[in-house]
C-alpha cells in the first residue's frame, strides 16, 4: 500500500506539522487521532491494516492528521480562551493548508476526542465536506474550560449552538451530505452526547445515522469493527 509520509511548517499553528497519507485514490478520508494523539495513531493500533484491502483496491485514501489537544482543549495550564483561539488555529489550518492537499472533499472520521473534531469541521464548514463517520465521541466541550463562556466556546460546542441553528446556508449542506454517522456503545460514559447530538441534526432535519453498539465499544478493536461496517 502506498504510504507518504508528509512534514510542513503550518503558518495557521506556527510550527511544524506531520501527516500521514495513506493509498493514492478512492474516497479521501481525513482521519483524526484520540484526544492529544499523534498522526501515526491509526497506523500504530491497527485502523489502516484493517482497512488496506479497500485501501490498495483504490477505494478509499487516509489522510491522518496531527492533533494539537495539549495546546488547547487539554492544555489545562492555559487560560480557557487561549485554549479556544488554539483550537480555532488549528482549524485554519486543517481548511487552508490540509484541504487543498486533497483531490476532492473528504469524509472526517475518529475515535474518541477524534470524533468531536470530525463532527465540528463538517458542522461549521459543511459545504468542504462529504460527510462524517463519528466513532466514540464526546461533543459538550464545556467540560474543558473550566466554566468559561463566551461567543467562541458557544461556536465550538456542538451541543451548544446546534439546537439555535437556523441558517440554511449551514443546514442544506448537512442535510445533503453522504455520510453522516454517529456510533458508540451502549455502557460508553458519553453516549448521551451521541445521542443528544443526533436528536439535534433530526430536529433540524439533517438524518444523522445513530447507532448505539451494546456495550462498552470504547476500544481499538470495536473502532475496527465499526469502520468495516460504515466504509
Given at each position: 500500500?502506498?504510504?507518504?509520509?508528509i512534514?510542513?511548517?503550518?503558518?495557521?499553528?506556527?510550527?511544524?506539522?506531520?501527516?500521514?497519507?495513506f493509498?493514492?485514490?478512492?474516497?479521501?478520508?481525513?482521519?483524526?487521532?484520540?484526544?492529544?494523539?499523534?498522526?501515526?495513531?491509526?497506523?500504530?493500533?491497527?485502523?489502516?491494516?484493517?482497512?488496506?484491502?479497500?485501501?490498495?483496491d483504490?477505494?478509499?485514501?487516509?489522510?491522518?492528521?496531527?492533533?494539537?489537544?495539549?495546546?488547547?482543549?487539554?492544555?489545562?495550564?492555559?487560560?480557557?480562551?487561549?485554549?479556544?483561539?488554539?483550537?480555532?488555529?488549528?482549524?485554519?489550518?486543517l481548511?487552508?493548508?490540509?484541504?487543498?492537499?486533497?483531490?476532492?472533499?473528504?469524509?472526517t472520521?475518529?475515535?474518541?476526542?477524534?470524533?468531536?473534531?470530525a463532527?465540528?469541521?463538517?458542522?461549521?464548514?459543511?459545504?468542504?465536506?462529504?460527510?462524517?463517520?463519528?466513532?466514540?465521541?464526546?461533543?459538550?466541550?464545556?467540560?474543558?474550560?473550566?466554566?468559561?463562556?463566551?461567543d467562541?466556546?458557544?461556536?465550538?460546542?456542538?451541543?451548544?449552538?446546534?439546537?439555535?441553528?437556523?441558517?440554511?446556508?449551514?443546514?442544506?449542506?448537512?442535510?445533503?451530505?453522504?455520510?453522516?454517522?454517529?456510533?458508540?456503545?451502549?455502557?460508553?460514559?458519553?453516549?448521551?452526547?451521541?445521542?443528544?447530538?443526533?436528536?439535534?441534526?433530526?430536529?433540524?432535519?439533517?438524518?444523522?445515522?445513530l447507532?448505539?453498539?451494546?456495550?462498552?465499544?470504547?476500544?481499538w478493536?470495536?473502532?475496527?469493527?465499526?469502520?468495516?461496517?460504515?466504509?
Amino acid at each position: 500500500m502506498q504510504r507518504d509520509y508528509i512534514k510542513d511548517w503550518s503558518g495557521a499553528l506556527g510550527r511544524d506539522m506531520e501527516m500521514l497519507r495513506f493509498g493514492s485514490s478512492g474516497l479521501p478520508l481525513l482521519v483524526f487521532p484520540t484526544s492529544m494523539g499523534r498522526f501515526y495513531q491509526w497506523e500504530d493500533f491497527g485502523l489502516v491494516g484493517e482497512l488496506s484491502s479497500k485501501i490498495e483496491d483504490g477505494h478509499l485514501q487516509l489522510w491522518c492528521v496531527d492533533s494539537v489537544d495539549g495546546e488547547s482543549w487539554y492544555a489545562a495550564g492555559v487560560p480557557p480562551p487561549e485554549r479556544v483561539r488554539r483550537h480555532l488555529q488549528y482549524e485554519s489550518y486543517l481548511v487552508d493548508e490540509v484541504l487543498p492537499r486533497l483531490p476532492e472533499a473528504p469524509v472526517t472520521t475518529g475515535t474518541s476526542f477524534g470524533a468531536f473534531h470530525a463532527v465540528l469541521l463538517c458542522l461549521r464548514h459543511p459545504y468542504r465536506f462529504r460527510g462524517w463517520i463519528a466513532l466514540s465521541g464526546v461533543y459538550d466541550t464545556s467540560r474543558w474550560l473550566d466554566g468559561h463562556h463566551d461567543d467562541l466556546t458557544y461556536l465550538t460546542n456542538p451541543l451548544a449552538f446546534l439546537p439555535g441553528l437556523r441558517d440554511e446556508g449551514y443546514l442544506a449542506p448537512l442535510r445533503a451530505m453522504d455520510f453522516k454517522v454517529v456510533a458508540t456503545g451502549s455502557e460508553d460514559p458519553n453516549v448521551r452526547d451521541c445521542v443528544t447530538l443526533a436528536d439535534d441534526l433530526r430536529e433540524k432535519d439533517v438524518h444523522a445515522r445513530l447507532d448505539v453498539w451494546p456495550g462498552w465499544q470504547h476500544d481499538w478493536p470495536y473502532w475496527k469493527e465499526m469502520m468495516r461496517n460504515y466504509v
